[in-house]
């Protein structure tokens, strides 16, 4: 794998393995991951992440390669299984001879289904990607299911100061931590949503280290074309587990998806569940798995057509219009909590 941070739920597959007495390989470009089990064994190639750039991705990928086959060829003969993060280790199918090999196939790309079919086990984040990959990629058995759950076992929060500070002077904090991407994130919708909103409820946006084309540069000369440059704050990025210092603090928390794809339509997003373990309210798009969950956990999960500027701003101030009622539910929040930390637990 590139990178072992808190890629769902792999952390935790890790350490249930190795309390069942697997012996395991960890071979990773890069983590900041510890494990307690002796018989995880940490092949860490670089102390810095995985770089940004694409000639420097090239040349990553490169050692990455010459170093993981070094130590493939040379211990074969006890190498039973390899559990593959991403699809990026190439020619992996021609040379595991009698090795099995297990996919963890995270994202719902059409492109990938050559390498769903190849591997002996299929694994995916979420019960209707599975029946579509099943379909779409003519497998011969239905994926295994592993939910979308990031580990941040033995993470304390501190406090946001930032959100502090906007909550000291009586703001109601909306928070969108993630991928820039305005077309496939409805950001320009969610910042249009704050025009029909009162002036104490303010958006704060974190963007990932991912940078997508001039998106960000985009959204913020859009903010400063509706006159909102009071009402949307940016943040700098935060590395995970950092992250999640503000998504505990904030008031309610976005989650978006645009319908540009099947990956975003039936969307397995790690937020749900970061959101969720910190009590912090969540808005959704109003997609099939999504209107689900938000039936089962009212007041905690909250849905909504995200492509309607109206409807977004509509759904934030009944959110806070009926807090004392998602108080009374709280338990319904507790429930998703629970479920979410089953994997974490193991």
């Known amino acids: 794998m590139r990178d072992i941070k808190t890629i769902p739920p792999t952390i935790s597959i890790i350490n249930y393995l190795a309390s069942r007495g697997y012996k395991i390989v960890l071979f990773t470009y890069h983590t900041e991951v510890k494990f307690e089990f002796s018989n995880i064994h940490?092949?860490?190639?670089?102390?810095?992440?995985?770089?940004?750039?694409?000639?420097?991705?090239?040349?990553?990928?490169?050692?990455?390669?010459?170093?993981?086959?070094?130590?493939?060829?040379?211990?074969?003969?006890?190498?039973?299984?390899?559990?593959?993060?991403?699809?990026?280790?190439?020619?992996?199918?021609?040379f595991k001879g009698a090795i099995k090999v297990v996919y963890q196939f995270h994202e719902l790309e059409q492109h990938r289904f050559n390498s769903c079919r190849k591997a002996d086990y299929l694994v995916v984040p979420e019960e209707n990607r599975g029946w579509i990959t099943y379909f779409l990629?003519?497998?011969?058995?239905?994926?295994?299911?592993?939910?979308?759950?990031?580990?941040?076992?033995?993470?304390?929060?501190?406090?946001?100061?930032?959100?502090?500070?906007?909550?000291?002077?009586?703001?109601?904090?909306?928070?969108?931590?993630?991928?820039?991407?305005?077309?496939?994130?409805?950001?320009?919708?969610?910042?249009?949503?704050?025009?029909?909103?009162?002036?104490?409820?303010?958006?704060?946006?974190?963007?990932?280290?991912?940078?997508?084309?001039?998106?960000l540069e985009d959204l913020?000369?859009?903010?400063?074309?509706?006159?909102?440059?009071?009402?949307?704050?940016?943040?700098?990025?935060?590395?995970?587990?950092?992250?999640?210092?503000?998504?505990?603090?904030?008031?309610?928390?976005?989650?978006?998806?645009?319908?540009?794809?099947?990956?975003?339509?039936?969307?397995?997003?790690?937020?749900?569940?970061e959101f969720v373990n910190f009590g912090t309210l969540l808005i959704l798009p109003d997609f099939p798995a999504f209107k689900a969950l938000s039936g089962v956990f009212p007041y905690a999960v909250n849905v909504t057509d995200i492509s309607n500027p109206r409807e977004i701003s509509v759904i934030i101030e009944d959110i806070m219009l009926n807090i004392n009622k998602q108080k009374n539910h709280y338990l319904h929040l507790k429930r998703l909590k629970g479920t979410m930390n089953i994997l974490q637990e193991m």
């Open 220 to 273: 913020k000369k859009y903010v400063k074309s509706l006159n909102l440059s009071g009402r949307v704050v940016f943040l700098n990025s935060r590395m995970p587990p950092n992250h999640l210092n503000t998504i505990a603090a904030a008031d309610i928390g976005i989650g978006f998806y645009s319908a540009t794809s099947l990956n975003n339509v039936y969307a397995a997003p790690n937020r749900l569940y």
């Open 42 to 94: 940490l092949i860490q190639l670089k102390k810095k992440p995985y770089p940004i750039g694409l000639l420097k991705r090239i040349a990553a990928k490169i050692y990455f390669h010459l170093k993981f086959y070094r130590f493939l060829f040379k211990h074969k003969h006890a190498v039973n299984i390899i559990w593959l993060g991403a699809p990026d280790v190439i020619g992996i199918y021609g």
């Open 137 to 215: 990629a003519k497998l011969k058995t239905k994926p295994l299911l592993l939910p979308n759950i990031p580990n941040y076992g033995g993470f304390n929060i501190s406090e946001d100061k930032e959100i502090t500070a906007l909550k000291n002077m009586g703001k109601i904090t909306v928070l969108y931590s993630g991928l820039i991407d305005n077309k496939k994130r409805s950001l320009k919708e969610l910042v249009k949503a704050f025009d029909f909103l009162p002036a104490k409820y303010v958006l704060v946006i974190i963007p990932s280290f991912v940078k997508v084309r001039n998106d």
